[in-house]
């Protein structure tokens, strides 16, 4: 099995940074995506970014939600075992449990999603 472990959450001022960081453990044998989503308290998990994890550098893509596109920046690293989310310019509407997930191939059958357990992220002066 593969299990992610989330860093990097804690209270921050409005208008500043914390870099998040996702390593993952366990037998991969390649890698789909990975992503940030985050939940606040009463509201559904959202999407916050993914990265697209190929063979080459050079087909590699990300994407972002709306509400954190300019401010946020997914990248990983390049042994493949560890996603980041780079958080600049926070707003209080940042405030939520932030999780990783992955989207991998453990076996030649078929892709399967993980999740971390999260960490949060507050942002309040």
């Known amino acids: 099995q593969v299990q992610l472990v989330e860093s990097g959450g804690g209270l921050v001022q409005p208008g500043g940074s914390l870099r998040l960081s996702c390593a993952a453990s366990?037998?991969?044998?390649?890698?789909?995506?990975m992503g940030w989503y985050r939940q606040a308290p009463g509201k559904q998990r959202e999407f916050v970014a993914t990265?697209?994890?190929?063979?080459?550098?050079?087909?590699?893509?990300?994407g972002y939600a709306d509400s954190v596109k300019g401010r946020f920046t997914i990248s990983r690293d390049n042994a493949k075992n560890t996603v980041y989310l780079q958080m600049n310019r926070l707003k209080p509407e940042d405030t939520a449990v932030y999780y990783c997930?992955?989207?991998?191939?453990?076996?030649?059958?078929?892709?399967?999603?993980?999740w971390g357990p999260g960490t949060q992220v507050t942002v309040s002066s």
């Open positions: 366990g037998s991969i044998l390649s890698i789909y995506s």
């Open positions: 997930n992955w989207v991998v191939a453990t076996t030649p059958e078929g892709l399967h999603d993980y």
């Open positions: 990265i697209t994890s190929g063979d080459s550098t050079d087909y590699i893509d990300t």
